[in-house]
T-cell receptor, first 114, second 111 residues
């Protein structure tokens, strides 16, 4: 079993709808979780991070974490064509404060259709 | 502006040759990372460093090495390039906070 799993998609969503991206992880001790966005041919950029169970909102983006189910999700409200990208889920396996050792899922390719 | 740069951006080499990919950051970040990205695999960690003279193996370190002689640079060396090492390579840095900042990537082809 891979440490971090995502549905590779492609996921197609109409403009204005909610896009829902999902991720599961295997290490129960994981404490911090990240969503990176990567446009085609570009480098990844961080859009959200979450540490605590529940929801965390930032503009049109909401990250959801359920540690009991080992599940992280990203919701994008009012989806725009500019949201079309690959979304990478990452889990920090470093046990040292201030250190990162990220394990990434394979990414979900999202397409927003006008 | 502070930044992280990778060079070269594109490289074609032959099987068996030694290749070094450069990564330079001007943020004075202690943490630096090398990843490779292949279709269907996302980003996979090759090596990482938490400071000068510190290096650690990631999940796909076989055939790669790094050294950290200063804060700004973490060069990645392929000792004897293999076709399986054809990939896009990303360098990243982090100051201990939440964000990893990625370079623009190096596309390496091993023929």
């Amino acid at each position: 079993q891979k440490e971090v799993e995502q549905n590779s998609g492609p996921l197609s969503v109409p403009e204005g709808a909610i896009a829902s991206l999902n991720c599961t992880y295997s290490d129960r001790g994981s404490q911090s979780f990240f969503w990176y966005r990567q446009y085609s041919g570009k480098s990844p950029e961080l859009i959200m991070f979450i540490y605590s169970n529940g929801d965390k909102e930032d503009g049109r983006f909401t990250a959801q974490l359920n540690k009991a189910s080992q599940y992280v999700s990203l919701l994008i409200r009012d989806s725009q064509p500019s949201d079309s990208a690959t979304y990478l889920c990452a889990v920090n396996l470093a046990g040292i404060q201030g250190a990162q050792k990220l394990v990434f899922g394979q990414g979900t390719r999202l397409t927003i259709n006008p | 502006d502070a930044e992280i740069t990778q060079s070269p951006r594109h490289k074609i080499t032959e099987t068996g040759r030694q290749v070094t990919l450069a990564c330079h950051q001007t943020w004075n970040h202690n943490n630096m990372f090398w990843y490779r990205q292949d279709l269907g695999h996302g980003l996979r960690l090759i090596h990482y460093s938490y400071g000068v003279h510190d290096t650690n193996k990631g999940e796909v370190s076989d055939g790669y090495s790094v050294s950290r002689s200063n804060t700004e640079d973490l060069p990645l060396t392929l000792e004897s390039a293999a076709s399986s090492q054809t990939s896009v390579y990303f360098c990243a840095s982090n100051d201990g906070g939440n964000i990893q900042y990625f370079g623009a990537g190096t596309r390496l082809s091993v023929l």
